[in-house]
């Protein structure tokens, strides 16, 4: 037992992080917050200063999605809150932990339009799973705690808590021995449903799994890959859920929808039975709902009541944390059906039809997917893989060989540009025993490149893969496809000098040449503990394909 000790508001803060077990938050000071940075300073605790308040909350999410922790911000007010916005933002659609501290004025002058003063409560309402703004330095303590609570609590996200001036500066009681939060416990449900839909599957002549991101947030990965052994399921993932299946599984399809295998989306409309553990059913998955139900028995289960029956009414729908659900299926006496012709139907359309067409085949540039695989060869599909968001998340998402859960580090439901940079750096702080690559395009990388000074400051080691075509490629593609190749401000005539950029930063450049070997350029790359960007010369005319584009069906894809 400690006894308990009187401290500002400040101090409360630091050690209340470190009481639910922060090893280092994301932030940028400013003048309403400056005597938390001090009680940092006295604490000696690890603050990463990042060059945007973006970034910080990127660099948060990265963090978060590759430990599965709570990721924590602080910045100031005024801009400096709303400068996080878009990072909460994409927190919230893609489930991701956070807890974010914003710099308030007094409540003195709350509501006077005060210098840097932002209602930052009422202006993030809509992207947090909750927001609080303390009245007092006494509860702090409780209010950090709730927090914490909250964005792990059923699906998870993100919180704020909004710090006026006088609260920091305050002084209250800090209890030494309040308990943390609490362990998550399995959740209890009514299995009833899912008895139900079992028995249905069980008479099923050609099912699928879909291996959605919660089955990730919830480390229910070994439990899926039993169930879909256990009922050999030929099995779709979203983008988050790469990973929870290794990507040689036979049972494997690859990534479905907009953008997906040709064996994932030919399996996504010819199945007549869907399991979907975590999962949305969004428009990327599914391009046109519309009578895609027609001759299909759905069993769809998802931690948020929300996202059930949203799309389209589903016959079996179980509202439960995937790893409760999974272990729940696994208990049941409910015996699989037979699969075996279904399975060799899927494992044509995997083995015989290509993922995507080649591009023009050009001297000077790269096939994009080609040196993708090259880097999953150089790093045996091991690396913490990070993305931006455009034409190359595709490709990483086809061609790297995903074989673990959190794996992958991509903006999924916002599609954020300028996520990458940030993302990576803070998943290879969170996994240092990780090669971390990062994956991005020459538009998204300019969004947020300041932050390379992180990485040199920090030395942070990561590769970036800058696969360079001069344009907005996704931006591009749809220009080519539904706008009479009107290329409008998609081009970029005027680069930065890349080498030089990382030269004033002290960091590595090369380039990748087409006259020596791929895989032993990728073999010294990798050989390097530095930071190091290496420009990939690509096509303009490189598509990202297979492509289902808007109004059609899965099994109507075009680029094949």
């Given amino acids: 037992m400690c006894a308990n000790k009187v401290e500002s508001g400040a101090a409360i803060l630091v050690d209340s992080l470190k009481q639910q077990g922060v090893d280092r938050i994301f932030g940028y000071p400013g003048g309403v917050i400056l005597g938390l940075f001090d009680a940092m300073y006295d604490d000696d605790f690890n603050c990463i200063l990042v060059r945007h308040e973006q970034g910080a909350t990127h660099a948060a999410e990265g963090y978060a999605k590759a430990t599965g922790k709570t990721g924590a911000v602080i910045v100031t007010s005024g801009p400096g809150a709303s400068n996080t916005i878009t990072g909460i933002a994409d927190a919230m659609m893609d489930s991701v932990p956070l807890v974010v501290f914003t710099g308030q004025v007094g409540h003195a002058v709350l509501g006077t339009e005060a210098f840097q003063e932002l209602d930052i409560i009422g202006v993030s309402k809509p992207i947090v799973k909750a927001n609080f703004q303390p009245k007092n330095a006494a509860e702090l303590q409780q209010t950090i705690k709730r927090a914490f609570e909250i964005a792990q609590e059923g699906r998870k996200g993100p919180v704020l808590i909004d710090l006026p001036k006088d609260v920091l500066g305050g002084e209250a009681t800090f209890d030494p021995d309040a308990k943390a939060q609490p362990e998550a416990k399995g959740q209890d449900f009514s299995t009833e449903t899912l008895e139900a839909g079992l028995k249905a599957l069980s008479q099923a002549k050609k099912p699928i799994a879909i291996a959605g991101g919660g089955i990730t947030l919830s480390e229910a990965t070994d439990e899926f890959n039993e169930f879909i052994h256990k009922w050999q399921l030929p099995t779709v993932s979203t983008l988050l859920g790469l990973g929870n299946v290794k990507d040689d599984d036979p049972l494997f399809l690859g990534m479905g929808g907009h953008h997906g295998t040709y064996a994932s989306n030919m399996a996504l409309a010819e199945t007549d039975f869907i399991v979907n553990i975590g999962s949305r059913f969004d428009d990327r998955l599914v391009p046109t709902p519309a009578g895609y139900t027609d001759g299909k028995t759905i069993l769809h289960i998802d931690i948020d009541t929300k996202e059930l029956n949203k799309t389209f009414e589903t016959k079996f729908a179980v509202n439960a944390d995937a790893k409760a659900a999974l272990k729940a299926i696994l208990a049941s006496d409910t015996q699989p059906g037979d699969t075996s012709e279904w399975r060799k139907t899927t494992a044509e359309w995997r083995g015989t039809k290509p993922d995507r067409a080649k591009g023009a085949d050009q001297p000077d540039t790269f096939d994009p997917e080609e040196v993708i695989a090259a880097a999953g060869r150089a790093t045996n599909g091991d690396a913490t893989v990070v ?170 894809m075009i680029g094949m």
């Fill in 387 to 556: 993305t931006d968001v455009g034409q190359h998340q595709m490709w990483a998402a086809h061609a790297y060989q995903f074989n673990r859960p959190r794996q992958i580090i991509t903006s999924g439901g916002f599609g954020t540009m300028g996520y990458g940079l940030p993302a990576a750096l803070g998943a290879k702080l969170a996994r240092p025993d990780k090669e971390t690559i990062l994956f991005v395009g020459d538009g998204g990388f300019q969004m947020t490149s300041e932050e390379l000074e992180v990485a040199a400051t920090e030395d942070i080691n990561i590769k970036i893969f800058l696969l360079n075509n001069n344009v907005l490629g996704m931006i591009r593609q749809w220009q080519g496809a539904f706008f009479g190749q009107h290329y409008y401000r998609s081009e970029f005539h005027q680069q930065p000098d890349f080498e030089k950029l990382m030269e004033a930063y002290g960091l590595k450049y090369r380039k990748l040449s087409k006259d020596e070997d791929l895989d032993a350029q990728m073999k010294d790359i990798f050989a390097d503990p530095a930071t190091t960007l290496i420009e990939v010369p690509v096509s303009d005319a490189e598509q990202a394909y297979p492509w289902v584009t808007p109004g059609h069906k899965n099994n109507e």
